[in-house]
Nanobody, 123 residues
């Protein structure tokens, strides 16, 4: 059973920093693109960062210049470094990845999601 587990969330003051991690485990053949999304109360889930297997990244204007996504393919892990945090960054952050899983054979790639980690930015 493939699982994604986020860690690193918590309470931070405005202007502070947090580093989120998301580790994939299970019978994994390969991981393609990896993503971070967030969802604030009363709002729709939004993409905040993506990274391809080769390291190409993209960000929306709301976090560009403040957030950095990276990955360690040897550890099946994706990271999100968040700097200069603002109250509007408060949300549950989820990692997501396209993963090919082993059964008795290698399955086509499917999307997997973590359970989410709470990030609260408040003074």
């Amino acid at each position: 059973q493939v699982q994604l587990v986020e860690s690193g969330g918590g309470l931070v003051q405005p202007g502070g920093s947090l580093r989120l991690s998301c580790a994939a485990s299970g019978k994994i053949f390969s991981i393609n693109d990896m993503y971070w999304h967030r969802q604030a109360p009363g709002k729709e889930r939004e993409l905040v960062a993506l990274i391809t297997r080769s390291g190409v990244t993209n960000y929306p204007d709301s976090v560009k210049g403040r957030f950095t996504i990276s990955r360690d393919n040897a550890k099946n892990t994706v990271y999100l470094q968040m700097n200069n945090l603002k109250p509007e960054d408060t949300a549950v952050y989820y990692c997501n990845a396209q993963i090919r899983e082993y059964r008795s054979y290698v399955l086509p790639a499917e999307d997997y999601w973590g359970q989410g980690t709470q990030v609260t930015v408040s003074s």
